[in-house]
């Protein structure tokens, strides 16, 4: 799955995935001189997945096994307020 970090915006701002399968997150970070990253959180607010931060342009990968049924918030820590979207999980 690819999430493209551009003009502090994640394009797509969701994506989906199915439960239980091994989900490989990749951060292509597109603002030259800018940090990101992507935090994906369980309904419960706590962190299940994050890539590293990535001063762009530049990548950054994470592997994580989707968690059960619903939709899940992911940030960027750096721009938590502009950089936010949601994993379905279906």
Do not use: W
């Not at 091994?22 to 706590?46: E, R, S």
Request: with cysteine; aromatic share 6%.
């Amino acid at each position: 799955m690819l999430i493209v970090a551009k003009n502090i915006t994640f394009l797509p701002a969701s994506a989906t995935v199915p439960a239980g399968a091994a989900v490989n997150l990749t951060l292509d970070n597109q603002d030259p001189t800018v940090q990101h990253d992507i935090q994906v959180f369980n309904l419960g607010g706590a962190l299940i997945a994050q890539t590293e931060l990535a001063t762009g342009p530049n990548t950054r990968s994470v592997t994580f096994i989707a968690p059960a049924p619903g939709r899940y918030p992911f940030k960027c820590s750096v721009h938590p307020r502009q950089m936010n979207g949601v994993l379905v999980v279906d």
